[in-house]
């Protein structure tokens, strides 16, 4: 696991009140931070960020990029598992890039899912072959971004491998559904269906403290899916 490092989590939602416990377990020093004590961002000051090894945002769209450029502006390494923000992704990667900071994030922290990118990644081709493809996700109705972050990373895995086709999402949100996205890949002869499933938030959580381990006194802009199998 290496040193005990100084984590600030921001949201205490269900996926960040499990980044703060798995932090805790893995022995680290957690600062847990909700919108009431940080608003727009107003906490991350040079004073209060000295010593802090690494950041994590588990907010809501609307919230995170007054965080994302408090911890740039103060060179503090972060993880963003948020999402619902990634119109803003190249001139994040830019100012990051300046500041000379780090940066991760990812539309999915779970290790499975990102090896299913890698599975659907190797199934794209078919889309240049007579194939056809389709995404579904479905969520719990709570969920504020549709799509969801990780079929919008799924479709440009799949666009990045076969030429640029878009691959069409659709959303479905219902009760407390933690997490399906599906991919399948059509022809007239026959059908490929792959599928993963979240069986609890824990999975997300846990990658994103790994990440935080990882990137904390590193620069660099990173993609969660890029380097998960380094962590």
């Given at each position: 696991m290496?040193?005990?490092?100084?984590?600030?989590?921001?949201?205490?939602?269900?996926?960040?009140?499990?980044?703060?416990?798995?932090?805790?377990?893995?022995?680290?020093?957690?600062?847990?931070?909700?919108?009431?004590?940080?608003?727009?961002?107003a906490?991350?000051?040079?004073?209060?960020?000295?010593?802090?090894?690494?950041?994590?945002?588990?907010?809501t769209?609307?919230?995170?990029?007054?965080?994302?450029?408090?911890?740039?502006?103060?060179?503090?390494?972060?993880?963003?598992?948020?999402?619902g923000?990634?119109g803003?992704?190249?001139?994040?990667?830019?100012e990051?890039?300046?500041?000379?900071?780090?940066?991760?994030?990812?539309?999915?922290?779970?290790?499975?899912v990102?090896?299913?990118?890698?599975?659907?990644?190797?199934?794209?081709?078919?889309?240049?072959?007579?194939?056809?493809?389709?995404?579904?996700?479905?969520?719990?109705i709570?969920?504020?971004?549709?799509?969801s972050?990780?079929?919008?990373?799924?479709?440009?895995?799949?666009?990045a491998?076969?030429?640029?086709?878009?691959?069409?999402?659709?959303?479905?949100?219902?009760?407390?559904?933690?997490?399906?996205?599906?991919l399948?890949?059509?022809?007239?002869?026959?059908?490929?269906?792959?599928?993963?499933?979240?069986?609890?938030?824990?999975?997300?959580?846990?990658?994103?403290?790994?990440?935080?381990?990882?990137?904390?006194?590193?620069t660099?802009?990173?993609?969660f899916?890029?380097i998960?199998?380094?962590i």
């Amino acid at each position: 696991m290496g040193r005990s490092l100084h984590l600030v989590l921001l949201g205490s939602g269900k996926t960040g009140s499990l980044v703060g416990e798995i932090a805790r377990e893995r022995e680290h020093n957690t600062t847990v931070l909700t919108e009431i004590e940080n608003p727009d961002g107003a906490w991350l000051t040079p004073e209060n960020l000295r010593g802090v090894d690494a950041v994590i945002d588990f907010t809501t769209p609307d919230a995170v990029l007054a965080n994302i450029a408090g911890c740039v502006a103060n060179k503090t390494p972060m993880v963003v598992g948020t999402t619902g923000w990634y119109g803003e992704l190249s001139r994040v990667k830019q100012e990051v890039e300046q500041a000379g900071t780090g940066f991760v994030f990812g539309a999915n922290f779970s290790y499975g899912v990102n090896l299913f990118f890698q599975i659907a990644q190797a199934a794209a081709p078919a889309l240049q072959h007579g194939y056809a493809g389709h995404i579904t996700e479905r969520h719990h109705i709570h969920k504020k971004d549709a799509p969801s972050g990780t079929a919008v990373a799924l479709q440009r895995v799949v666009a990045a491998t076969c030429g640029g086709s878009q691959v069409e999402i659709t959303s479905e949100r219902e009760d407390d559904v933690m997490g399906v996205h599906v991919l399948e890949i059509e022809s007239s002869g026959d059908k490929i269906v792959l599928s993963h499933e979240v069986k609890s938030r824990r999975t997300f959580a846990e990658g994103a403290v790994l990440a935080a381990e990882w990137i904390a006194g590193r620069t660099g802009f990173y993609d969660f899916k890029d380097i998960f199998l380094e962590i």
